[in-house]
């Protein structure tokens, strides 16, 4: 199951940084002829022609909380799956891994674990519940505790024909998950009032176990970056983090991972130009402020670390780049307990209301705004 849980890693990687040309996988058995026993090296290789790796972090890639370059995260909507994972996984089972890489040529990730050939022979049962059957009523749940968020994700979910059933905090989820046999896929927010979405994670694989359920993907959707947030979700039990924005073709590249019979239908970006999308991000992020200034008005910097997570992860997923940088400034000044939090705080609603009066002055769709009576 681990040397599993490698290969699928590296093969999510490849597929998120691969946009053309090839992926493969080449497995080989090497006997060692000095030995008596039947024993030898598994050796498996992984090679793509995607956008490659630097020299100058091939030196790091397997050392933890190697953060990625941002670019490479907004684009592919990540950084790949953590390569210091692979690295531990790969020495507690006595092998080795490596990689080789070069920009624009693509990469190659070599492993090579010690085997023991069996004297009596073994016969293969076919796995039970190892992926799940995709079909167009296929049931998506979508954990998200923002309402803009919500719709959005959503709007994607419903263009790659899926249906969505959307819960707004960990509690939910956990009740939802493990009482509705209709749920294929799970995409989990992470910070989520009543219970986090790790926690959350972690009751649904137990669940499962205990049931002797179909083991159902949990996939993370954040507004954090870094090893050590993915090294949490993947602990936690989930199988794969997606960092917001979330792109299109970043989810249907997952859904086609873990649903085989995905149909690819092409890649339309949903159409932001619903203005009552654009209200609910207005108003929901005008409540998050209020609360997040009363807050830090009475030093409660765990409940202000939330409201600005979700002011931030909104602006991400609507793409405002001006808010998402003013939170996200706030949001470490809060980690810290900064003076400078008054300051960012007024940052944020100059930010706020820019956009704000930008948005009803010109909405996206060209209509004007609806007068009050």
Not at 155 to 172: A, P, T
Not at 256 to 279: A, N, R
Request: a negative charge.
């Amino acid at each position: 199951m681990r040397l599993k849980q490698v290969i699928r890693n590296l093969l999510s990687n490849a597929l998120k940084f691969t946009e053309k040309g090839f992926i493969k996988i080449i497995a080989s058995y090497e006997p060692d002829t000095l030995s008596k026993s039947k024993s030898g090296q598994i050796q498996i290789t992984i090679i793509d022609s995607g956008i490659g790796i630097s020299s100058n972090r091939l030196a790091i890639i397997f050392q933890p909380f190697v953060q990625a370059d941002i670019s490479t995260t907004r684009r592919y909507g990540g950084s790949g799956l953590g390569l210091s994972i692979c690295k531990e996984i790969i020495d507690l089972m006595g092998g080795t891994i490596s990689v080789s890489s070069q920009i624009a040529q693509g990469s190659q990730f070599f492993i090579r674990i010690p085997a023991i050939i069996p004297n009596k022979n073994i016969t293969t049962q076919p796995a039970l519940n190892s992926r799940i059957e995709f079909s167009n009523q296929t049931l998506i749940l979508l954990v998200e505790d923002q309402p803009a968020n919500q719709e959005m994700i959503a709007m994607q979910i419903h263009s790659l024909g899926l249906r969505c059933l959307i819960v707004g905090d960990g509690l939910q989820a956990l009740q939802v998950a493990t009482h509705n046999d209709d749920i294929k896929f799970i995409l989990m927010d992470c910070h989520l009032p009543e219970m986090d979405g790790y926690q959350a994670a972690e009751r649904i694989r137990t669940h499962e176990q205990l049931t002797g359920k179909t083991r159902r993907p949990i996939i993370a959707i954040s507004a954090k970056i870094g090893e050590a947030h993915r090294k949490q979700c993947l602990e936690s039990g989930m199988d794969d983090v997606l960092c917001k924005p979330l792109q299109l073709a970043s989810l249907q590249t997952l859904l086609l991972m873990w649903l085989p019979s995905l149909p690819t239908p092409p890649i339309d970006s949903p159409q932001m130009e619903d203005h009552s999308l654009w209200l609910t991000f207005i108003e929901c992020n005008e409540k998050d402020h209020a609360q997040a200034t009363q807050a830090i008005a009475q030093a409660d910097w765990e409940s202000a670390l939330y409201y600005i997570h979700r002011i931030k992860g909104a602006a991400q997923t609507m793409q405002i780049q001006s808010i998402s940088l003013a939170a996200s400034a706030l949001e470490s000044a809060i980690n810290q307990h900064s003076p400078e939090c008054l300051n960012l705080l007024h940052t944020l609603r100059a930010a706020l209301d820019d956009f704000t009066h930008s948005h009803l002055m010109f909405p996206p769709n060209g209509d004007h705004p609806p007068t009050q009576a």
